[in-house]
């Protein structure tokens, strides 16, 4: 059975740049735009921007580093990762990387930190207000206009109604691919499916503590003798349906819950204080781009690299990140940036995290304040941008 609608929905608004979603991904790639002088609007579910690093409690700014002793995520990367603590860190604070306190060997502590995510989303949002970001919460891309393969508009709902916005380029950093999906770009699922995560804050006689309960699965391909991680429920999740998805929230809470239980024998002051308010997906759709980038290729050159990203699992690996990776050519004027890129599953896992985000998010907001059609952008104008905003290209370069 169908419902046939007539649905006539209105333009409300031109923008040179549209920026969906605004985790690290979207609030990296939205600064960019604006910056470089653009008309620039967010487009964000939530009411609070930062996505799985903030309503997610996934608050762990993982490495800028290769944990060799050398810093290879730059740019608007750095900006962020010490924004998220310019309040004070929460936990894992590197003294040897920000206030010159030690050795940077394989043995000491990497470029990362723990931060408070409330803080950080405030800091966020002023921070692209004050560069010129039009922000809309509570909204949702339901649909794309797409003529002769371009966006032409966004169709959007949220508490105003149903809203459209004629686009110049897009930048779709959903985590999930969607803007990509619904424009008909070639996309993948994470076919292995997301195992549940309860992550959640307590205050008690020990203070304020993020508990790390469950986690995201590692890729087939990484373990050992069938080995994997221990599962909170015998279930996987794709990401991509909404009784599912609700089906994970709850069994999610229930697991927050059981864990409070479990810490409140030892303390019956304990209180859990903030739980996850979106699902804790890591991996669920990517865009199926110009090129496929693989882990096996740590420490290659790419002629069109827009930055470099760490292994944030383990110490060594160096990746730069070709701009082919970032967009399909089918949909002339939308490109990707964090876990929406074009990258194998074992490296999907590395690129998921905050610091790949924001790399991939300045290059791709960059990107989208100077074309509509990034397949004939011209890659050395793009890095001489991204070079001048604080990026390194090359390894070779460090």
Known sequence: MHIEERIETPVVARYDVAVCGGGFGGIAAALAAARAGKKTLLL??????????????????????????????????????????????????????????????????????QYNPQLFAIHAEELLCEAGVDILYGTTVVATD?????????????????????????????????????????????????????????????????????????PEDEKKDGKGVSLLVNRRFAGVEGKEISDMVQLSHQSTYQHFVKQRKEDDSLFPVTMATIPQLRMTRKICGEYVLSDKEEHTAFADSVGMISNWKKRGPVYEVPFRALYSSKIKNLITAGRCTSVTDTMWDVMRVIPCCAVTGQAAGTAAAMTDDFSTLDVAVLQQKLQRNGVVLHESDL
């Open 44 to 113: 964000e579910r939530m009411f609070m921007l930062g996505g799985l690093g903030t309503a997610g409690i996934v608050t762990i700014y993982l490495p800028l580093c290769d944990g060799l002793g050398r810093q290879v995520s730059f740019g608007i990367a750095e900006e962020l990762f010490k924004l998220s603590i310019i309040d004070g860190a929460e936990g894992r604070y590197p003294t040897n990387w920000l206030d010159g306190v030690g050795p940077r060997t394989e043995k000491d502590p990497r470029y990362e930190v």
């Open 146 to 218: 797409v003529k002769e393969g371009r966006i032409c508009h966004l169709i959007t709902e949220n508490k105003s109604g149903r809203q459209a916005y004629a686009v110049s380029s897009v930048v779709d950093a959903t985590g999930d691919c969607d803007v990509a999906y619904m424009a008909g770009a070639p996309t993948k699922n994470f076919e292995q499916g997301n195992i549940l995560a309860a992550w959640y804050y307590s205050a008690g006689q020990k203070g304020y503590n993020l508990h790390m309960v469950g986690c995201s699965d590692i």
